[in-house]
């Protein structure tokens, strides 16, 4: 009974307990760092390996490196041997060394950019006789209007899916994206030559001014809508290698006035009393023809009438009063006609989605990200359904799913992603339009029934 | 009675094999799991009568369905219709009839038994545990596991503390032997990470293996729905080495019992009177009336039947506490009425709903009935109040506003815990009409809610990455 709910809860059921274990969510024990370059180097001591490593502390998340070692048992109270005081401090050593290795940037693959703090423009010198034919400042349509850095030399991998160029070859980066990489070490961004220079002596790039970290954070965050959670949530994902993308919802004051709640009708699924036409004369006569006299009254009950049933499936159809939400019957929303911040802010790829800068294909996950400091409390139905109701329908498919009916339940009609976000700390939900009103599990009860009776019956559950 | 089976097996068995009593002292065979199949067959308690199947091809057979449909045209089967009071000082619905209570129980798991977890099993542990009757409750299986547990976990803490005593003991020797101290450590910081220690689980599954061995070698044929199944989907199985446990405990008590049931079996079931009854919780109740028909509510002080019609505005006015006075105004966001629109509409699907009060949730679904499988969806009812009736004044809004509003706090953690628990999230938006009316039919009333789910779960970025 609902003991064996309890056995879940302790995990001990005989089978290992594949839950969901988050590696990120855990402190890293730098002891595996180097163990890692141990393997990795084959060199004699951990100490002077991991003194020696060129590889960045991101190669831990590598599970395809065959030296990764497994993670022992945690230690969950201080005891009194020395063994667990070595432990701890060869531990802490360990991250001190990883902290304390020289950082270097080798000239080769140095990116430099130019912060432009007034948007896109034309590169200095060159006169755009009709800009209105070029788009946006006359740099070239793909260029978002928010971006506010650009790189004249784009090389490396990072310009896959970061930036968009324009006519000069010039990439230009969003305020995220300029963010991201500086902060990763990958950009180095100059003030604009104009704001630290006198005008004569413009030229050389030895003469600009880099621009530091704090500076990039002061100027960067909070320009065009970016907010500390939204960045928070673009990082992580990057680093975790999803490609992002602005979704039209960015914009927090961009407003539609669209359906509201016209869907609240046309999605309503209410119980037919009878079918239309010719049919549902048949059926009514077919049913009074079961039961004539039924005592069936939905007003004071029983909804099922207190005479005789023919079988289980009708009693279920009679019982159904209740008014349902059809998640498939709803028509799309403008991604605007939503209440921020529950609106898709953002879309993201997975590394193996092949990308094309100038035209990106529909997104892997649409995520919304929510400030839980401002916005205290879950949203309403009103909001929630307007959100999910803005992205595109997206019906269970495929064979596994026409088969397993909680696999199709727990897919839904329509998803999308909510990053919340809590002073830095994120928790993603994906959050489903599931369709219950869809699936009628006393159908497939009532077949299992019958097979029984054919006395081939096997349980799939023990 | 899902036991029923198997304590008439126990009781009769011993006379009827004499082979048992003799001495085979390794493993009396398990006894018969309940046949959850044909006891729990209907999934509602009322009955079908269903017309036997026409094949064009044989008269016979449309002789036989115009005979059968004839007959009960002419003599209608009578409905069953149970009954139950209600207890104003307690606001709940208690069903004492054995009959009824079997019923409620068998075809779609309705109610508790008020001295048991949830199937009313109280009379047989009770005559178990006076040496009556052989057998087991789901009880004492939690019981007996429970207990095995604890030592399993004693004796890690033990083994872990003679772990650490041995380290003090070398460490010891090594700072009196001096220079070879730096040595030690270095080697078994290299083991460090491989050093196994005791875990309750590993022991678990230790002992699991160890019984699947003894039991193939005894030549009893494991059937193959025994194997360990893909960790992903949960099984429902006592761990074997419990079973094992009960099927000895079960003979010695079946020995026992049967010397001493020889002995004054009348006197005891005499004495023993059922103190037991099935609690069905409100929304269970008023759909069995309502919605099936086939219970009574009576008025435990006037002894009469409640009418359905009294009955809601009842059972809604008992939602609160302290219960809000007979004269007083309904809502239409009474707590029964968004429970019993939710508790309606996943009946009507085919689900068994039961309270999910152990997760933190307001219901849980079962596909057919606990006793099948685990609950897969756990769920939590939240109001909707949209209709531009809400929102016309300040003090409405404010009202809606500390009724909606939950906090991220309390998602993440409700959450987690099914997570936990390998449950799904399911969040139950009820739409609230506006105040109507004293008003006659049900149907129009409930007709006017909306009830729209939103499946929630974690979304891990490194698990969806490939």
Redesign the interface.
Known sequence: ??????D?????????????T???DETQDFRLLS?LNLYARNAAHPLQANANTQSPPSSLTDTSSPGL?????KDFEP?????QA??LS?SREAMHDALAHPRLHNLNTRVIAYYAPDGPAPPPGIDIEDPARFGDKGVGANVHPDSCVYVPNPKGQYFKNMGQSDRWNRVWLLPEEALFLIERGSLDIRWPIEMTAAPEDEGPEELSIPMSLQAAYACFMGRSGLTMERYTVYT??KR???ALTRAPGWDDSAQVEGLK?QN?ECA?Q?PLKRGAGLAGILEQLFSWAQD??STRS???????????????NN??RQ???????DPSLAIDRDPLDTTPPFRVVFHAY???TPIKKSAWPAPD?RIAV?N?RET???P???Q??AL?ESTPLDPPSGEKMKRL??MR??H?YRNV?MA?V?QGIV???????????K?????T?AAS?GN?RNGN???K?? | MADANATSVAQTSPEADPARVNPRPARAPRPPRPNYRLIHRFPLPVNAHPVPPVIPHNPLSILSAALSYLSFLISRPSQEIHSAYFDPATSSIHVTDEKAIRALWEMGFFGKGSLSRSEPSWLEREKKRRGLLGGNTSEEATRRRREERRALKLERARSEKLLIDERLKLEAAARESGSTAPSLGDSVDDTVTTIEKFSVKKAMEAKYQESRLRRSQNGTSVPPADTPESSQSKSVRFSSVVEQKEATSTSTARLQGSSLADADELDIEDILENQEHLQISNEEAFFLVYGLGVLRVFDREQNTVIPTSNLLPLLRRNSYFPPHAEASELNPDDPFMLSYVVYHHFRSLGWVVRSGVKFGTDYLLYNRGPVFSHAEFALIIIPSYNDPYWSETEERREYVTSKQSRSWWWLHCVNRVQAQVKKSLVICYVEVPPPTGPSEDIAALLGQYQVREFLLRRWIPNRTRD
């Open positions: 009974m609902e003991d064996k709910d309890e879940a809860v302790r995990g001990t059921s005989v089978e290992p307990t594949q839950v969901e988050d590696l990120s163990h070692p497994k993670r022992g048992e005891n009194p041997t020395q063994h070595d432990v060869k992580g994902l975790t290698g999803y709640d609240q309503s209410r004539p006299f939905t007003a004071a009950g029983p909804v099922v009438g207190c005479g005789m049933h023919r079988n289980y009693i279920y019982l159904a009063v209740i008014p349902w939400y997975r590394p193996s996950f929510v839980t205290a409390a879950i309403t139905l009103a929630l359904g999910l009916v909680y339940l727990r839904g992603v919340v809590d928790s993603y939900l994906r959050i489903a339009d599931a369709a219950f009103g699936e009628k599990l006393y159908e009860q029934m029984k019956f096997r349980g559950k023990r």
